[in-house]
């Protein structure tokens, strides 16, 4: 079997990916923009053959370089990211090299726009916010007299926050319209609740082979814009109505063979025809892996390695490794280089001693999102969790 790993060097732990297909005896060949020399060596040890690109941004190269390996390799089986900015990319490679086994160009709008989704949605059965394509400032009006201030706006395909905005006046609306409007954007009512992704890894049926939950906080918009400290957690297990929900968004969507990031607004205010405090309510879906080293909180929560069992499901199409019965809570928590802490990063590692399981400081480009230092840790229940984030975050 020939696997093309696009970008498998970012996120770095993306070579994990990688050293399990290998060892599931697939030839993996990868393409990125970051020189060989440069590579982890666990990443080179996990590649048959890597083909260097100064950019991924230009398709013809991209699509000559797949060529090149299909013509030194033979046909490829697969080709995939697991990176929500080179989804659609990934699907046009496919559809032009005819590889069967993803998604193809030609569906791909339904997962990367935002307005598309909805339909999918209402498919499943699962309740989402109303939502208004954005055109004029007097449709806008009209959408906000319907659902109330304050309201979410962010493009229609984006990844993560990155340019959502929320308007809580007519004055805010004002100046949202008076700054050019680059790229389609969508409005929607404001929620309030936490968001609650059901992170799966599906086969060819549509049907989870992991299951897992991931608790985010409310608004990463705010812990970027006002460099306030993350932190989030992976539960030790999913909930069932948070499960089969997103059992039926797979179903519905008809994305299958993939790892799938799916976000629920779990309501802590009741929404009149959304539901009621505990509800969960359909946010986004992101058909790649959740962010960050969140598949390595996975792990720890779940005592597994979703990484084979990502592998296996491409190989084998099923899950050989047995669930061992060890959950934990795996709790995130970081820290900026521009504040100060009441404990220190020493303090932190020996009050928590082996219970930390990952402990350094981010890539530059993650900064804004996840800060500068990051403490990860494996505990017993919420309250724990809840401590955790106290002890580390806490200001002097």
């Not at 959408?143 to 201030?149: D, K, Q, R, S």
Request: proline content about 4%.
């Amino acid at each position: 079997m020939n696997f093309v790993f696009v970008s498998p060097q970012f996120p770095k732990h993306y070579w994990n990916f990688c050293d399990r297909l290998k060892k599931n005896g697939v030839n993996v060949l990868g393409i990125g923009d970051t020189p060989f020399d440069d590579l982890s060596d666990e990443l080179k040890n996990s590649l048959a053959e890597y083909y260097f690109l100064p950019t991924l941004e230009n398709y013809d190269e991209v699509l000559r370089a797949v060529a090149f390996l299909e013509f030194k390799h033979g046909k490829i089986d697969w080709l995939e990211s697991n990176n929500e900015y080179w989804l659609e990319q990934d699907a046009r490679l496919r559809t032009d090299f005819h590889i069967t086994t993803g998604e193809q160009f030609e569906n791909i709008g339904r997962i990367k726009n935002k307005s598309a989704m909805k339909k999918f949605y209402a498919k499943a059965g699962v309740p989402t916010a109303r939502l208004h394509k954005v055109t004029t400032i007097k449709a806008a009006k009209k959408f906000i007299a319907e659902v109330g201030y304050p309201v979410i706006v962010k493009p229609d395909v984006g990844v993560g926050a990155t340019d959502t905005v929320k308007l809580e006046s007519d004055d805010d609306l004002k100046k949202f319209f008076a700054n050019q409007i680059e790229v389609p954007h969508v409005m929607e009512e404001f929620i309030t609740g936490d968001i609650c992704s059901y992170d799966a890894i599906l086969n060819s049926k549509s049907d989870p082979i992991f299951e897992s939950m991931t608790v985010w906080p409310p608004s990463i918009m705010d812990i970027v814009l006002k460099q306030l400290d993350l932190s989030y957690y992976t539960a030790a297990h999913a909930p069932e109505k948070l499960c089969e929900l997103g059992r039926a968004t797979a179903k519905a969507f008809g994305v299958k063979s993939r790892f799938v990031h799916f976000e629920f607004f779990r309501l802590t205010q009741a929404k009149k025809n959304l539901g009621e405090v505990g509800d969960f309510v359909g946010l986004e879906v992101n058909m790649r892996p959740a962010g960050g080293y969140t598949p390595d909180m996975m792990n720890f929560a779940h005592s597994t390695d979703v990484y084979q069992i990502w592998a296996d499901m491409i190989t084998s199409d099923e899950r050989k490794l047995s669930d061992t019965g060890e959950h934990f809570c795996c709790v995130y928590a970081s820290r900026r280089d521009c504040h100060s802490y009441k404990n220190s990063h020493e303090e932190i590692l020996a009050h928590y001693g082996d219970q930390i399981v990952m402990c350094e400081r981010m890539p530059e480009m993650m900064v804004p999102q996840m800060g500068n230092q990051m403490y990860t840790a494996k505990v017993a229940d919420i309250a724990a969790v809840e401590e955790f984030i106290r002890f580390v975050q806490e200001r002097q």
